[in-house]
């Protein structure tokens, strides 16, 4: 949710200024053979102490115009380097490392000149500042194969924001020029899995990119239970998902898991007022807290915690009203409904059946089907209200041709 925030905090920032500057640099061998490659915007954000002692944030963009003055394509020992110089002595700087199989970039580093007057008018320290970082913003990616991302990108250093957008980079390329497009995760339409390589272009043309994806399968059933002492109190079998916004590569994408019934293990508490499910799949915990309202019962909580090591963060809804069904009887509804737990988490729920209260000798009671299943009550009502409709025409026209007659014998 923080991370959300801030994420679009920084795409609005990022979509806030100015949008058309790109810089396109290749950088050459000493047989004119492109070795680096790369199209892209980037704006900075940089929060630097004033003369005054206050601190203040100052954004910018790299220029379309830029200089490539000390990159290099590297040798077997020395890395390849992609120097960008702008403005007034910025210098935005790339060093790149590869295996058998991928390349990336190594170190990130940016330096500005915090004497530049306009920039930093009040800067208390002037002269130039390095920030570094080898967490880079570009994923590994195959050879021979160009990185692309339409998508916000952000790398942070502690005082400087990064956000890249619309990227097409590529290094250690080979003579043959020919290679695919690796696009990055956030340019994919669908969540799960790992991005595909797709459609070739030599590096300097772009075509759209048309991976294909796999929707996720709909979870399986699972039978669970709470037992009071020996007896079962509480009886539910459902499937559910899970569908969340996740940061993967520095981005949030949408990322649904299924809950495993194998894997789950039941747990809770049943009470006169409260009944509690509890489902501990791994270092996931979904929690179901059903509540009694005069002679229904309903859903109210649910709360999904997942565990990391000793860390764990933690997403309740405790205001909902689902799944209600008179006291003695089992809430059921085959359909899929969608549970929200918070805006970056949802449930998916299939073949709901759930009796928290009041069961018989630990056995399902009669079903109270949710009005999602009834298709079949649909068409009555909507021909019902098509034939009121129709006697209420009928109706008016009746009584107005009856007024209007009745006006006539007046006349006469
Ligand atoms: C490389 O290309 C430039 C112009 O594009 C040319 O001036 C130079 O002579 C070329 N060098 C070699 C080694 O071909
Ligand atoms: C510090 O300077 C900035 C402008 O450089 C100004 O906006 C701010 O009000 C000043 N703060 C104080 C406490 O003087
Ligand atoms: C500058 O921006 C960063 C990131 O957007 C933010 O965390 C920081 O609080 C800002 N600083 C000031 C002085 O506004
Ligand atoms: C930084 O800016 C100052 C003031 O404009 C300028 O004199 C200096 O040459 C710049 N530094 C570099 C490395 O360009
Ligand atoms: C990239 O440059 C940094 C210094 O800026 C260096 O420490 C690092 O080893 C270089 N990466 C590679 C792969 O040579
Ligand atoms: C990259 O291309 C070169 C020549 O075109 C080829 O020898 C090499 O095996 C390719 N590498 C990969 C990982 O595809
Ligand atoms: C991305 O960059 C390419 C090359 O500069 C440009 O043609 C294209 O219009 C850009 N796309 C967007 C969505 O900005
Ligand atoms: C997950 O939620 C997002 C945002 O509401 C939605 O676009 C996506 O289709 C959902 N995925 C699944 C599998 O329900
Ligand atoms: C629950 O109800 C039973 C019987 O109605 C009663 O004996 C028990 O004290 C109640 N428990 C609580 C915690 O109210
Ligand atoms: C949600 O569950 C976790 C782990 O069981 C617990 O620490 C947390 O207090 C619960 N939150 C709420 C609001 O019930
Ligand atoms: C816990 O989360 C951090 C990042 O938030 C991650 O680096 C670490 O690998 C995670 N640990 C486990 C055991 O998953
Ligand atoms: C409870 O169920 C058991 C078997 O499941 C059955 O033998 C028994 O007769 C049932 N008792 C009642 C009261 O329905």
Redesign the pocket.
Known sequence: MDRYLCYVTLCLLGLGLLETNAFEVEIKDSSNTTCIYANLRINFTVEYETSNGTFKNVSFAAPDEVNTEGSSCGQSDVAPLLNVHFGNGNLWSLNFTKNDNEYRGSVLSFTYNASDSVLFPDAKEKGLVISTTNTSFFVPVPLNSSYKCLHDDTVTTPHVVQVYWNVTLKAYIDDSAIGKDFTCSADLPS?TQSPTTHSTTIPSTTTTPQPTTK??DKPSVGNYTVLNGTETCLLASMGL?L?A?LLVEGKNV?T?LNIDPINTNSSGTCGNETALLRLTNGTTVVEFLFFIKEKNFHLQEVNVTLFNGSDFSSKTNLNLSLWEASLGNSYLCRKEQLITVSEDL?I?TFDVRVQPFNLKNGTFGTASECHLDDDSILIPIIVGAALSGLIVIIVIAYLIGRRKTYAGYQTI
């Open positions: 969540t929707p996720v998902q569908n916004s949408w649904a949802y998916n």
